[in-house]
């Protein structure tokens, strides 16, 4: 009984080493893994952007714009932006540009609301008719 509890508390111990150094090199893996790999440049994060998406740019020279991306270039980008009641394009520079930000609508939370509301209903209306159609 001794050997077997020997057995036990070694395995435990030294598993327990085993796991943190693979966790350990695990990690040095991923660290390596992003250095070799990088952030994407800002040309990329904004080729990922379907056109028409809102977003935020901030420029280096602290101006921030908010408006519909629209047709990228190699060079840049252009931006639909609501002055008044007219609607601007400019076309920005991807050497001007310090940060972008992407902007998920609210409204389409709100058709998700409603629909899971009718689907909801109708479930119940269904419900009561086959229960008063099984009550006859």
Request: with cysteine.
């Amino acid at each position: 009984m001794r050997n077997t509890i020997c057995l036990l508390l070694a395995t435990i111990v030294f598993g327990q080493s085993l796991l943190e150094a693979k966790a350990g090199a695990w990690i040095a893996a991923r660290a390596r893994q992003e250095q070799t790999q990088g952030k994407p440049t800002l040309k990329e994060r904004i080729l990922e952007v379907p056109p028409g998406t809102m977003i935020d740019v901030r420029l280096l020279n602290k101006t921030k714009l908010r408006g519909k991306l629209g047709e990228i270039t190699d060079e840049g980008f252009s931006l639909q932006t609501a002055q008044g009641n007219k609607i601007e394009k400019q076309q920005i520079a991807f050497t001007d540009v310090k940060s972008i930000k992407t902007h998920q609508g609210k409204g389409g939370h709100a058709v998700w609301y409603v629909l899971a509301g009718v689907g909801i209903v109708l479930a119940t209306l269904l419900i009561i008719a086959a229960a008063a159609g099984a009550g006859d």
